[in-house]
Structure formats: structure tokens, C-alpha cells
């Protein structure tokens, strides 16, 4: 059995990898802990293989330090890591002898939107990126939208989308949405939403959809088992659940 301690456990993302755990069989929920613990000391006291964090980006570092430097293997979706923090998890891994897998995105579906949407960037030359989410959401477009869009345009770095369409006279600003390299990105905030995307492409003749609806936080659990199985076969950091799905 994989021992596993779930940090963050009362949040909302916590509480669901705690009951995604313990419906499994060959993961073990040794504790749930929250803000309240110390998981520095548990960690010290108790042999652990894996603990899960969805905690706050204000504590992601003092938290990945505490979980690697006792020896256990990390798996993190909390946000806000920069480049600098991850040289800084490199080193700890190494010098530790354990594996970390961070993920911005612990949904498989939309991993896999994206990674398709690379590959129909080569082959498409208009392209737009719908963006729906609860009008609770902070930031727009989202994270997401703004990824798909880098990996079309890295996959086809030659490329300027959009170049041959009619829409000169836009008579109400900003309703072709914003755009990075000629793709135009548009953001919907609806009560009801939760999180969807579609990255329509167009052709003479033809037009490709791709859309991922995440419609529960359930949706980020199978990422989630992975990872948490996956991390104890490394010795090394891994940013990204698409470096682990074989794609
Ligand atoms: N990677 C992904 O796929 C993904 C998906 C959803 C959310 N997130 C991220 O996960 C994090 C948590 O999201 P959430 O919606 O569950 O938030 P939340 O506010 O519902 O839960 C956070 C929990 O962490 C606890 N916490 C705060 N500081 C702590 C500390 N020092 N030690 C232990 N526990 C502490 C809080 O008490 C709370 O229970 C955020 O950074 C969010 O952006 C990532």
C-alpha cells in the first residue's frame, strides 16, 4: 500500500483527493492535515511515501521544502510556482533522492485538449479559443486559454493565424475578442459555468472542434491517482501532467 498524506485537506480540492483516495485499493490515507498542522514535524516523526498538496500559493514553497527534505515524494497542485522555485525543487529532488510531480492542471481531458490542439495547429490557419467559466473567476482569459494559444503558435512558430479573414470594421470594440499571434481568444463568465473551452479551427470546406467541459472538481482526480502512483517510480522533478501521460 502507498502510504499517502493529503496537506490542505478541509479545502475544497482536499477534501475531494481525500475521498478519491480511500476509494481506491492500493492507496493508503495515513492523515489528512490543514493549516492547523505541522506537517513539518509529522513528516519527521512518520515515514510517509507521498503527500498530496492543495494548499495556497503563500506557502507553496516552505511546504514542498518541508515535504522533500523528510523524504517523501511530492505531489503538488497548488499554484504560483515561478521558474526560480522550480530551479529550487530541482535541487531538493536531487539532493533528497525523490520524485515531485507539480501540475498547473491535474485534468487529463484538458491536457489532452491542448496537446491536440498543437497538433491542428500545423495543419489549420484560422483559429479561435472559447473560454467559459463562473462569473466568480478573477482572471481573464484563463490560464488555459493562454497555454493552448502558446503551444499552437510554438508548434507553428512561422505562422500568423487569422491573416485572411474579412472583419476589418469591428463596430463594437473588443468583440473579436483579444488575440496572441492572430488567434483570438474569447472569455465567457456565466453563473452555472464551471470550466469549458472550445478551440475551433477553420478551413475551405471544413471546420474542427475540439471542447472540454470540466463540470466538478472530480474531473482533476484521475490526474491526480496517476501522479500520486507515478511519482514514487522518480527521482526528479516533473512540471506538467503532460510530461507523465505518455503524449
Ligand atoms: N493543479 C490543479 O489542477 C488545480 C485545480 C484546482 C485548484 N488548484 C489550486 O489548488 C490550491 C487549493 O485550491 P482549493 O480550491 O482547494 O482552495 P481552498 O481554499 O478550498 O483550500 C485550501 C486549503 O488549504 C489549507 N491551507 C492553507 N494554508 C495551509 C498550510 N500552510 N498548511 C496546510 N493547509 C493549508 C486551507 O485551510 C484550506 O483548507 C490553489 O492554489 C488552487 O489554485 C489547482
Given at each position: 500500500m502507498i502510504k499517502v498524506v493529503v496537506n490542505g485537506a478541509l479545502g475544497k480540492m482536499g477534501r475531494q483527493v481525500v475521498e478519491a483516495i480511500t476509494s481506491t485499493?492500493?492507496?493508503?490515507?495515513?492523515k489528512e492535515m490543514d493549516a492547523h498542522n505541522d506537517l513539518n514535524a509529522y513528516l519527521k516523526d512518520n515515514k510517509v511515501d507521498v503527500v498530496v498538496d492543495f494548499t495556497h500559493p503563500e506557502v507553496r514553497m516552505s511546504t514542498i521544502r518541508a515535504i522533500l527534505n523528510n523524504g517523501a515524494c511530492a505531489v503538488v497542485g497548488t499554484t504560483g510556482f515561478t521558474p526560480e522555485d522550480l530551479m529550487e525543487v530541482d535541487e531538493l529532488v536531487k539532493k533528497n533522492g525523490v520524485g515531485a510531480i507539480i501540475a498547473p492542471n491535474f485534468a487529463i481531458g484538458s491536457i489532452l485538449q491542448m496537446h491536440f490542439a498543437k497538433l491542428a495547429a500545423k495543419y489549420f490557419d484560422t483559429a479561435e479559443i472559447i473560454e467559459y467559466h463562473h462569473n466568480?473567476?478573477?482572471?481573464?482569459?484563463s490560464g488555459t486559454a493562454i497555454k493552448t494559444a502558446e503551444l499552437m503558435i510554438e508548434a507553428a512558430p512561422d505562422k500568423k493565424f487569422n491573416?485572411?479573414?474579412?472583419?476589418?470594421?469591428?463596430?463594437?470594440?473588443?468583440?473579436r475578442g483579444g488575440q496572441m499571434n492572430g488567434i483570438r481568444i474569447h472569455s465567457v463568465r456565466l453563473p452555472g459555468m464551471i470550466a469549458h473551452q472550445e478551440v475551433i479551427f477553420g478551413e475551405k470546406g471544413q471546420y474542427l472542434t475540439l471542447r472540454h467541459d470540466?463540470?466538478?472538481?472530480?474531473?482533476?482526480m484521475p490526474g491526480v491517482l496517476l501522479a500520486i502512483r507515478e511519482?514514487?517510480?522518480?527521482?526528479d522533478l516533473v512540471y506538467g501532467l503532460e510530461h507523465i501521460l505518455g503524449i
Open positions: 485499493t492500493d492507496l493508503y490515507l495515513d466568480q473567476k478573477a482572471d481573464s482569459p491573416q485572411e479573414l474579412g472583419d476589418k470594421v469591428e463596430n463594437l470594440a473588443g468583440c470540466a463540470i466538478s472538481r472530480e474531473s482533476y511519482v514514487l517510480k522518480r527521482k
